[in-house]
C-alpha cells in the first residue's frame, strides 16, 4: 500500500509539473537547483561614516586634488603582489571589491585598516560590522610601512 502510494505521488506529481508544489517524498527524488541569491552589494548591513577616521597611526591625510601617478604606481604594484589574494577589482572575492572606497570610507580610515587590520577588526565599528558581512574572514596584517600605505591610498583612487 505505501509503494502504491509513492508511486501514486510521483504520478501527480509529475502530472502536475506546472505546479511548484512538490514535495519530496522516499524514493522520488526531485533534483531542484536553488541558487542562494549572493549578494553584490559589499556595503550591505556595513554603515558607512565618512567622519570615522578608524583605529591606528593614521590621524590626518590630505591627498592632493590631482593623483600621483607615480606614487599610484608604486601603489599599484603593491597591491598586485599582496592585495589580490583577496581584492578583485569591480568585484566582491574573499574581501570587498575596493573600487569608489574614498566614497564610502575616509581615507585615514581606509590607510589604518591597512595598517592595522587586527585593531580595526577589534574595535572600530565599520571594520567589525565588515568582518560580520564577510563570513569573519579576517584580513590579515601585511606588516606595510607608512609609505607603502600611502603609495596603496594613492593607486585606490584610482579606481
Ligand atoms: C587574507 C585576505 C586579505 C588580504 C591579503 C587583504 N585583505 Fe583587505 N580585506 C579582507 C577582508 C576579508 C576584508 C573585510 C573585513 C574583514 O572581514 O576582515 C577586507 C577589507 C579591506 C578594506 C575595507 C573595505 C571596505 O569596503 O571598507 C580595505 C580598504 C582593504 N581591505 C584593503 C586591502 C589592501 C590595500 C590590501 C593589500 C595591502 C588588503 N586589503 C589585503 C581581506 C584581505
Known sequence: ????????????LLAGCGE?????????????????ATSEMASD??????????????ASVTFDPEIDTELS???ESKFQM????????????????????????SPEWVMNMMLNPDGMLREDPIAKALLKEYNNMVMTNQNLSEEEVRALAEYLRTL
Open 82 to 105: 599582496i592585495c589580490t589574494a583577496c581584492h578583485m577589482i569591480g568585484q566582491r572575492m574573499i574581501g570587498p571589491d575596493l573600487s569608489g572606497i574614498y566614497e564610502r570610507r
Open 73 to 75: 604606481k608604486a601603489g
Open 1 to 12: 500500500m505505501k509503494k502504491f502510494f509513492q508511486i501514486a505521488t510521483a504520478a501527480i
Open 20 to 36: 511548484k508544489k512538490e514535495e519530496k517524498k522516499d524514493g522520488f527524488e526531485m533534483s531542484r537547483t536553488k541558487k542562494e
Open 45 to 58: 548591513g556595513v554603515p558607512v561614516d565618512m567622519d570615522n577616521k578608524g583605529v591606528g597611526p593614521i
